[in-house]
Every structure is written in structure tokens, then in C-alpha cells.
């Protein structure tokens, strides 16, 4: 007889999985082996899956199947994503606007909604104010946050809190931007205690504190998960985006393209093109549209093979 579970977390081929259904066992976590022909295959079960799974008689569970995903992510690793929290940081490091558009691209293109948390609002509280207003323009949605002074940002922690409710969520961002303090500080009455490091004084680099993905509870069918910092170079092995979908995973640029005089346009330099236009006109940021051309050239030359 086969049951669902939800992956909570993976380690070297074992799988804490959370009991689904109407049953006594819902809630109960199991841990669980995947079947042989998923490695053979190629398949990773990730967290987030649900999955089907046969219980053995030491009282581990078997994974039989891994349900259809609705969308998954290699980096960080995770499945059936309802929203992406996006930290960044308005100093300490500096924002990288092309990692945080290429990240905002993966999303939209793998269907993920989006809340863009600008932390570290009282290093460099101007710095925070023009990323959401850019961040704004292009259509997401964004707030100021201070993890160091939570406190101060009471109406924030709440915004962000009932933005979770009812979904499978993921905090991610760029090493050091403060992703696990974020956390702890919104949802203090759970003492996640997720591991936390400063930022290497040369390098402007956040140390890689956490090291696997992981889902928390916070209620019925709310889940919040750290993922591991990622570099520059993981988002760009990793996620990687069809040069014929960029400019749909750019839904400010997108928009703007239907007015374009050729149907082929790459939206990167043509006369006539409706992007360019609106980036004239005010109307889409200029940053992200240079965050589309190096995205461009850089799916256009990636050999096949790669």
C-alpha cells in the first residue's frame, strides 16, 4: 500500500519526507530511500516533491514515484515552488543587479512568484530605496527589511509572514545578503536557529553558512525553506534559460515586444523595436535591459553540448 509525503529534506540519499493525507500518520515524518532506477535515470527526488512511498518493515519508507512537479530548480535545489523570497543586500555586499535580474529571470521563467526582500536597509537606507523603486517599475513586488533592526520594521515582518501563508516557499539570494538572519528575525516563535556567518572583511562575501535546502512548517500547508548561497558562476551553470524564452522570462520587457516592427526582433538593438522604445521613454529600466543582453549573448553563445 502506497502513502504521500511532501520531501522536507535530503542528505546523501536519505529523505525526511512528511506524511500527507487525512490519516493518524499525517504530520509524522519518515525517512525514506529512493527506488535504484531514479539514479539510473537520472532522476533526484528534491524537497518540496510529493511523493509515493511504501513503508518497510524497520518503519523507513520506499519511494516508489515522485509526483508530476509543477516546476523545480537545480540551484537551489528545490520543487514545487509557490514563491521565491529573493534577499538582497543594499550594502555589505554590494547588489549585483545582473545576478539579481538573472535570478528574477529563472523564476518567472519556471512560473515562481516573487517578493523581493532590499535587507540591510539601514546600512545604506538611499541604496534600498532605488532598488525597490527599480524593482518596483519592473512589476515585482518588494520591501524594505533590517534583520538587524527588526523591530523597527514591525508592519514589514508582517507583510512578509502573510505572504508565505498557504504556500511552499524558499528564501535564496546571493552569499551574504543576510537570507538565514532574514528568516530567524520574521519568524522568531519557530527558533529555526538556522546556522549564520559574517561577511569576510576582504572579500565583501558572505561565508556559506548553509549548506543544504530544507523545508520548515510554519502551519498547514506553509513551508519556508534557507537554500544554500549561490555565486555569480552557479547561476550561470545551472538554471539555465532557452534563448528563445529569455524574453518571456523578462515580463517588463515582454510586454513592450508585441509592438515591435519584425516579428524575429531579439529586442538587443533593432530599429523599430517596442523595448527599446520604452527604455527611451522611461518606461523600462535601462539596467534591466542590459541585464537581457548579457543574458542574450550569453545563451546565444553556449554550445549545445555545454
Known amino acids: 500500500m502506497t502513502e504521500k509525503a511532501r520531501i522536507i529534506k535530503g542528505v546523501g540519499g536519505l529523505y525526511a519526507a512528511e506524511i500527507m493525507g487525512c490519516g493518524k500518520a499525517c504530520g509524522e515524518i519518515i525517512n525514506c530511500r529512493a527506488k535504484g532506477s531514479f539514479r539510473r535515470d537520472g532522476i533526484k527526488p528534491l524537497p518540496g516533491d510529493i511523493i509515493e512511498f511504501e513503508r518497510q518493515k524497520d518503519g523507513t519508507g520506499f519511494i516508489t514515484s515522485i509526483c508530476e512537479r509543477k516546476n523545480s530548480l537545480i540551484r537551489p535545489a528545490s520543487a514545487n515552488i509557490d514563491l521565491i523570497l529573493f534577499v538582497v543586500a543594499a550594502a555589505r555586499p554590494d547588489p549585483d543587479l545582473f545576478l539579481i535580474d538573472k535570478m528574477l529571470a529563472v523564476a518567472s521563467h519556471n512560473g515562481i512568484d516573487v517578493l523581493m526582500i532590499v535587507n540591510k536597509t539601514d546600512v545604506d537606507p538611499q541604496r534600498a530605496r532605488e532598488l525597490c523603486e527599480l524593482y518596483s517599475l519592473s512589476g515585482y513586488d518588494t520591501v524594505q527589511f533590517s534583520a538587524e533592526f527588526a523591530d523597527d520594521y514591525a508592519e514589514k515582518t508582517q507583510y512578509i509572514r502573510d505572504a508565505v501563508r498557504g504556500k511552499v ?24 536557529s538556522l546556522e549564520t556567518g559574517d561577511l569576510s572583511e576582504k572579500i565583501q562575501r558572505g561565508k556559506h553558512t548553509t549548506r543544504k535546502t530544507e523545508l520548515f512548517k510554519l502551519c498547514e500547508d506553509s513551508y519556508i525553506a534557507d537554500t544554500p548561497g549561490f555565486s555569480m558562476l552557479e547561476i550561470a551553470q545551472y538554471n539555465m534559460i532557452p534563448k528563445d524564452c529569455l524574453t518571456g522570462a523578462f515580463p517588463d520587457l515582454e510586454k513592450h515586444s508585441f509592438s515591435c516592427r519584425y516579428t524575429d526582433c531579439t529586442h538587443v538593438c533593432e530599429d523599430g523595436c517596442g523595448v527599446i522604445s520604452a527604455i527611451e521613454d522611461g518606461v523600462v529600466a535601462r539596467s534591466r535591459h542590459d541585464s537581457y543582453k548579457l543574458l542574450f549573448e550569453e545563451l546565444k553563445n553556449k554550445n549545445e553540448w555545454d
Open 169 to 192: 516557499c524558499f528564501f535564496a539570494g546571493a552569499s551574504g545578503v543576510g537570507k538565514s538572519s532574514t528568516i530567524n528575525a520574521v519568524f522568531p516563535e519557530f527558533k529555526l
